[in-house]
């Protein structure tokens, strides 16, 4: 490459022995950290998969509502067509008397306050109405084929899992007691049928039509998103602001100038504002592709704060981890950490093996519980423990974060004394250094030989050199002793950085 032409410049063959040792010493790292990572994303697969892991299996999990109300043929169809589905692949039917559910009302109560994944009922009258219809004439020209079978969801709870696993199966319910209807009243239906009036027939041959109540319609697009990409977004987005923050601290010495209590308002300050805009920018995507969406003002600002927490919850404990966490160790513990927040939402619990529930304390899980309770106008009410959690994370994340500001401000310091002992220890060996051989240079003076005199002279310079050189390892070797007990956490270089001080520089190594 002509653009480059040091790039040959004093290089070595791959064979020369003074390359090997570093050659093996490279291999033998490059094989322990690739090993780690596979170990680790193998690691993290398996989790993954394991969250959603025969999902089909556990649908049984999800339980449904259902009330006759009807108390005669319809009901007894809707339990024969359970007895055909019933089975690891279908939600477990509940049948509860109307004593407990005197009214509709309370059925889809039952379902705001997630008792139950969805409810089926029966219409009152409704056999007695079909029975009525089938003769022809009035009672068939004003048959409503909507008021006879209803089913209850809540689609804002876990919007893609609703689709399949409850409208689908109950709309497979529904056409297999259709055809339990005909096959045990059919005959019976026949004989009192008018064939020759089309409204008859017509509801002899469509008795009834599937009515859903949705108590939060979610349909759009979006939806398959929010609980995957936007909460990785957001954990994203906070640890590449914490490292723009340890590299503005780095570079600046601001953690050995300052007072640690400073810091620690400042940080939080600094910290509650990002994401209190960061938090406004999401929750503005959501609202600006939430297409048809039934969500109004309110449920923006109350969308907005639970987002702030959970942006702002995030970024202390991201900092926390990063405090006492080996720099080479802190990507991998940021992806083990958005997989398991993301695993706790992928699928409600009842559709995973049993180990998941420990999700329960990762604060994804919470948010997103939080969330279905706003955007689903109270019909998710977890919030007795969803807040809660967030809000004890955010407590202890604080606390933390305060004794790692003091443990930062600490190292600092340290940090600077051993640089100051290393630039004296260095001026002095190279004085020390340098006074000797003006002694031995002033010998050969007085004995003579201008010759010798410039070949001594030389191998001075060299000798002084290699002092000097020598002296910078023993010194980096310190300097990195005592940088592995200081960890400010991760540190990016800035993108816009006006300090004209030569601390600047090395932004990225102190943040390192």
């Not at 032409?5 to 570093?22: L, V």
């Not at 697009?221 to 923050?245: D, K």
């Not at 009410?381 to 955010?394: C, N, R």
Request: proline share 4%; hydrophobic share 40%; glycine share 6%.
């Amino acid at each position: 490459m002509y653009g480059y032409p040091k790039a040959h410049q004093n290089r070595i063959h791959g064979s020369d022995k003074s390359i090997r040792k570093a050659r093996v010493n490279l291999l033998k790292a490059a094989g322990l950290n690739f090993l780690l990572l596979q170990i680790l994303f193998l690691g993290l697969f398996c989790y993954i998969f394991g969250a959603i892991w025969q999902q089909s299996s556990h649908i049984h999990n999800l339980n449904v509502l259902f009330v006759d109300y009807d108390g005669s043929v319809l009901g007894t169809a809707v339990r024969d067509a359970y007895k055909t589905l019933q089975g690891k692949n279908f939600p477990t039917l509940q049948e509860l008397t109307s004593e407990r559910f005197p009214t509709p009302g309370d059925v889809k109560e039952a379902i705001c306050r997630t008792k139950y994944w969805g409810a089926i009922y029966t219409s009152p009258g409704a056999s007695e109405r079909l029975a009525n219809a089938l003769p022809g004439g009035v009672a068939a020209d004003t048959y409503n084929r909507s008021d006879v079978l209803t089913f209850v969801w809540n689609e804002a709870r876990y919007s893609t899992i609703m689709d399949p696993d409850i409208q689908g199966t109950l709309t497979t319910l529904s056409s297999t007691a259709h055809l339990a209807y005909s096959a045990f009243n059919g005959t019976g239906a026949l004989q009192i049928l008018n064939s020759t009036d089309p409204a008859a027939i017509s509801v002899f041959t469509n008795p009834w039509q599937l009515t859903s109540v949705n108590l939060q319609e979610t349909s759009q697009g979006s939806r398959l998103i929010y609980n995957t990409l936007v909460i990785i977004l957001i954990l994203i987005q906070e640890f590449f602001y914490l490292g723009t923050i340890n590299g503005l601290y780095a570079a600046f010495k601001i953690y050995a100038k300052l007072y640690p209590h400073r810091i620690i308002v400042y940080r939080n300050c600094i910290s509650l504002a990002y994401t209190f805009c960061g938090s406004l920018c999401v929750t503005g995507a959501i609202w600006a592709f939430r297409g048809d969406w039934d969500v109004n003002s309110n449920q923006f600002g109350l969308t907005w704060a639970v987002l702030w927490l959970f942006a702002h919850l995030n970024f202390l404990w991201l900092d926390v981890f990063t405090i006492w966490t080996p720099p080479q160790y802190v990507p991998m513990l940021l992806i083990t950490w958005i997989i398991f927040n993301v695993s706790s939402i992928l699928v409600p619990f009842e559709l995973s093996p049993g180990f998941y529930r420990w999700s329960y304390a990762m604060p994804a899980h919470e948010v997103f519980q939080t969330l279905i309770h706003i955007w689903s106008k109270g019909c998710n009410p977890q919030i007795y423990y969803a807040l809660p959690t967030l809000f004890v994370l955010e407590l202890v994340g604080l606390l933390l974060g305060v004794v790692g500001v003091y443990r930062r401000c600490h190292y600092a310091v340290v940090v600077e004394e051993a640089a100051d002992a290393a630039f004296r220890d260095r001026v002095a060996v190279a004085l020390a250094t340098e006074k000797r051989l003006a002694a031995e240079k002033r010998q050969r003076i007085v004995e003579g030989g201008s010759e010798d005199i410039i070949e001594e002279e030389k191998r001075e310079e060299e000798e002084l050199e290699d002092v000097i050189r020598e002296e910078d390892k023993s010194l980096q070797r310190k300097h990195t002793k005592v940088a592995e007990d200081c960890r400010y956490g991760p540190a990016f270089p800035l993108a816009f950085n006006n300090d004209p001080s030569d601390s600047s520089v090395n932004s990225t190594s102190q943040g390192a």
